[in-house]
């Protein structure tokens, strides 16, 4: 959708999810933007507010199935939702420094029901307008298992195959559904890492080529390009070759 004038964003508070929240912000849109933060989703607020948009913001958990849902349905009845970003992720570091289920459940709650609280509410809606775009954040670290990350690379692949498959399904339905894959972007998520970052990226120009390639209505949105071409290559080594690589990846 070129010209979404309605915009529902989950964790707007920081990130990427803040910096798409400055990029669609302009005189004539309506923004609503959820976070777990309300201190930090008050400065996302008050940058986009500047720059002439109307914006409304929840502190919202989108671990709660009900509370998500119905917030959903308050902010589309205010101004009907043209897209849709479930953006909200975690990323909780080593998962052995504690109890690997609970580090996995925990991800998952986030990173994968999280993003179906998010978009199931919203599909109906947009069902009835035979009109929508749905955008799910999931990641380049979503194209295969990582050791270093299972909980969180399994997360992502999880929602980028759900997503790829709705987008064939509600097609006929005149929803738009977008799968977005970032590397390394610099965010209060990354900082934490103390390894180097191939092509690290700011949220800003992150932000940039996520609006365009849902404007554009590109299916699958994987940057930057040389880690897109490190991932693919990886792909396609011999799985004795990649249990080689991949076991040398520094830990989380």
Known sequence: MRNPLSILITGASSGIGRALAVAYARPGVTLFLGGRS??????TVAQCAARGAKVKSAAVDVTDAAATAAWIAACDNDAPLDLVIANAG?????????DLGRHTEE?????VTGVFNTIHPAIPLM?????????????LAGYFGMGNAPAYSASKVAVRAYGEALRGLLRPEGIAVNV???GFIRS???ARNDFPMPFL??????????RKGLAANRGRIAFPFPMLAMVRFLQMLPASWLDFVLARLPAK
Do not use: H, W, Y
């Not at 309300?38 to 400065?43: G, I, K, Q, S, V």
């Not at 990226?201 to 080529?209: L, W």
């Open 90 to 98: 975690i990323s909780l570091g080593d998962p052995l420094d504690g």
């Open 107 to 111: 991800t998952f709650a986030v990173n």
């Open 201 to 210: 990226m700011t949220a800003d120009k992150a932000a940039e080529i996520i």
């Open 38 to 43: 309300e201190e930090r989703l008050a400065e």
């Open 127 to 139: 069902r009835r307008r035979k009109r929508g775009q749905i955008a799910i954040m999931s990641s």
């Open 180 to 182: 977005i894959c970032p």
């Open 188 to 190: 209060p998520m990354t």
